[in-house]
């Protein structure tokens, strides 16, 4: 799944968190959505401006930013940025 057409991110949108297709639904949103157990069609019956494809892209996207974040000893690595982890 090409997620490049679906996911926008925008400095002005929602912060510049990635949206769906330049809605004020977030990447986060709809991850947090499967994450309680909703269904891709019970979002897509609250949310009916979304597309099983728009679903698919979130999925490919959140995958896509796992690979390239890697765990480095007791840091995260987001490409060229470090983040100390809490101990």
């Given at each position: 799944m090409n997620f490049k057409n679906i996911i926008t991110i925008k400095?002005?949108?929602?912060?510049?968190?990635?949206?769906?297709?330049?809605?004020?639904?977030?990447?986060?949103?709809?991850l947090k959505m499967l994450a309680s157990g909703m269904?891709?069609?019970?979002?897509?019956?609250?949310?009916?401006?979304?597309?099983?494809?728009?679903?698919?892209?979130?999925?490919?996207?959140?995958?896509?930013?796992?690979?390239?974040s890697t765990s480095v000893g007791n840091e995260i690595t987001l490409r060229s940025k470090h983040i100390p982890q809490a101990s």
């Open positions: 400095a002005g949108k929602r912060g510049g968190q990635p949206t769906i297709r330049n809605m004020r639904i977030t990447v986060y949103d709809i269904s891709k069609k019970e979002i897509i019956k609250d949310f009916p401006e979304l597309t099983i494809d728009d679903i698919k892209a979130v999925l490919s996207y959140a995958s896509e930013r796992e690979r390239l």
